[in-house]
């Protein structure tokens, strides 16, 4: 693998849009899109389908999303909603797929005081999504707009989905991600890189799940004894939960919050407790599963009635064959621009797992360099944009060229289904 003066002709023109790639992101952390505030979502995206129509001469079509059920406090089911996701193809027919997501939604809510982007006294962009992933998708931008200069470029078809829910779970997206997994060769996903460059090689999986517990309400003085403690049950439930810990090399269940209850003089009739899972592999995932589900079909005590929802939203990304072989071809593109690449295990999760769990191979870290993200910290460095937008540009020609056989590492992920 080498840069041919056709590859650079595209990183240079990656490099000469450098200021438009940092301040279009900005602008677009400007603008308020918490994963609930579904005005803000709405405006955001028609800001992103604008500058597509802008950038790239590819089909734009806005995807709807079904809705999902939200398990509430008080064990209350209500239809959660989501805005369109956004998605972009160019050249379907072209025998090699590349399917690249992102998501548009932040966990910075339209109330909280985090809204605008600053710049630190060291340089760093300071602001709500530069890194996760406003940055990420200007570099996706910049990537296919200096690909589509390639004259290779006709041997390569993508597919960009943005979606509105990645930040709590991409329960409405989810199937579409399957969907392009299924039929695409090579995944490249956009969440920020570390802020010294690392890239995320195995991720665990992440399973979300609420045990609604429904008893009997009762008078706590007068009739005690005739009532069934839900917040009662829901504490023993928690234990329990709490007690698979350590049971199964590399399973961690975490209860996060129990919830419901009554006033002091009342038996509680409603609780409801909601916990995570991350497992390291499928077989972590089964037992975890198996384990709740047994759980939650054996209530600690007479005339409690338990209801479990929930499940895996991100299955495990394990460094199978196709992966570690992706990560080596990466890494020597990195190289050759001057990055050094690594890769380092990782506990979090996002669209790169359900990528792999559909069968297509990924790399999910080719956004910027940044740090401290979900915090009112969160930072990018502005010259990791030109960085990162350069490394796919020239990731995008290799596959374009074979260099880089997306098929054959399509195949090899297909082997360990």
Known sequence: MRILPDDQAALDHVAARETEIIDRAIRWCDLNSGSRNLEGLNRQLEGLEAEARRTLSCRIERVPLADTIEVGDTGILTPQTYPPALRLTMRPEAPTQVVLTGHYDTVYPASS?????????????????????????SVILAALEAFETHPARDAVGWTVLLSPDEEIGSLGSGPVLAELGAHGHLGLTYEPAMPDGALAGARKGSANWRIIVRGRAAHAGRAFEEGRNAVAGAAMIATELHGLNGRHGGVTVNVARI????????????????????????????????QVSRIATEPPFEGLVLELHGGFTRPPKPADASQRALMEVVAEAGALLGQEIVFKPSGGVCEGNNLHAAGLPNIDTLGVRG???????EFAWPESFVERAQLSTFILTKIASGEIDAPALKRLRLETL
């Open 113 to 137: 005081p985090f809204q605008t982007v600053t710049r630190r006294a060291d340089g760093a962009l300071n602001g709500p999504g530069i890194a996760d992933m406003k940055g990420g998708i």
């Open 371 to 377: 740090g401290d993200i979900h915090s009112e910290a």
């Open 259 to 290: 919830s419901g209850g009554a006033p002091l003089n009342v038996v509680a009739d409603t609780a409801v407790v909601h916990f995570n899972a991350r497992v390291p592999d499928k077989a972590a995932a089964d037992w975890v599963a198996s």
